[in-house]
């Protein structure tokens, strides 16, 4: 994926959305303190998720073909990894 690209779908609000939506359902059942930042603050999650996510496969292509499974499965991949470098 470009730069140009992933700055593109980084600042998609549809795609940000979507992504926000997974990341919120994943966290609603957890009780960690990085699960419950991401229910306090609408869009952080997304935006930590943001950087694993335009690196996964399957995300070099336009928004609308990046179905909710492919986000899903990004997520829940790096879901450890997001947490560890949102820790303070």
């Known amino acids: 994926m470009s730069y140009a690209d992933a700055a593109a779908l980084a600042t998609d609000?549809?795609?940000?959305?979507?992504?926000n939506a997974c990341v919120t359902t994943e966290a609603a059942p957890q009780t960690t303190p990085f699960a419950q930042q991401i229910m306090a603050s609408w869009g952080w999650g997304a935006t930590v998720f943001m950087p694993w996510l335009i690196a996964s496969?399957?995300?070099?292509?336009?928004?609308?073909?990046?179905?909710?499974?492919?986000?899903l499965a990004a997520v829940q991949a790096n879901w450890a990894r997001?947490?560890?470098?949102?820790a303070p």
């Open 57 to 71: 496969p399957g995300f070099d292509k336009p928004q609308a073909e990046i179905t909710d499974g492919d986000i």
């Open 13 to 19: 609000a549809d795609f940000m959305a979507r992504v």
């Open 82 to 86: 997001a947490e560890a470098a949102a």
